[in-house]
């Protein structure tokens, strides 16, 4: 089967050449977005917000994300994300797999790193002592990063809340906090408590979330800025 088209002016997605991809692997990757397209049918995002919502549903598959797990944007956050792309700030995430996620080469080509501090031995150790879990003492310790830069948020509601206690206290004003954390203890409390920061955010309702669809959306901001001329 042919999955290839020469017309993707209407996924923001790039091209075969831009994306480093044969036309067999770009062709299967538009046909799923035109699977999803005709599924998900009318809704209610913008044209920017759909080209996020949907690779979101292409990473993991789930049309829950734009029903009732819907992602949420504040007003300024895709303008606030391709900022933080031309300054050429930091991407920080609470876990390895988030960072695992992002695809590279955009970030190459943007000339942007990323962060992830989850896994430093001497987080670990102050851990057992503090009482504290891993991941929201690799937000505090990534504070500098973070600040003026984008942290994601895929799968630690702890990290969440710390990130969001470091806001309010001003000690940090990321340009975006993308804030999907899967779980079953505070996912979606961390969530709603992220919907009242006074900086960019993007975020879901309910419990689900995860690594894939973290780096998906990150993913999705890349290429966006990178089809509109940014570097």
Not at 9 to 17: C, V
Not at 129 to 141: C, F, G, Q, V, Y
Not at 150 to 171: D, F, Q, R
Request: net charge neutral.
């Amino acid at each position: 089967m042919d999955y290839f088209s020469n017309n993707t002016e209407d996924y923001n997605i790039g091209n075969p050449t831009t994306r480093d991809m044969s036309k067999r692997a770009f062709g299967i990757e538009k046909q799923s977005f035109d699977i999803i397209e005709s599924e998900i049918g009318k809704h209610d995002y913008t044209e920017d917000q759909w080209t996020i919502v949907r690779r979101v549903i292409h990473a993991t598959a789930d049309f829950d994300f734009a029903r009732s797990d819907r992602i949420i944007f504040s007003k300024d956050a895709i303008d606030s994300a391709c900022l933080a792309f031309s300054k050429n700030s930091r991407i920080v995430t609470d876990v390895e797999m988030v960072l695992h996620g992002i695809n590279k080469k955009s970030m190459s080509d943007i000339g942007i790193e990323g962060v992830c501090m989850i896994n430093d031995p001497k987080l670990k150790e102050i851990s057992k002592i503090s009482n504290k879990t891993r991941s929201e003492l690799a937000m505090r310790e990534c504070a500098r990063q973070i600040d003026k830069g984008i942290v994601i948020i895929g799968n630690a509601p702890t990290a969440l809340y710390e990130v969001i206690s470091m806001i309010e206290a001003k000690e940090i004003s990321p340009l975006l906090v993308i804030g999907i954390p899967v779980g079953f203890v505070s996912a979606v409390e961390s969530k709603r408590d992220l919907l009242n920061i006074n900086v960019p955010f993007i975020t879901n309702t309910g419990r689900k979330g995860g690594s894939s669809a973290a780096s998906s959306i990150i993913n999705s901001l890349m290429l966006m800025y990178l089809s509109r001329g940014g570097k």
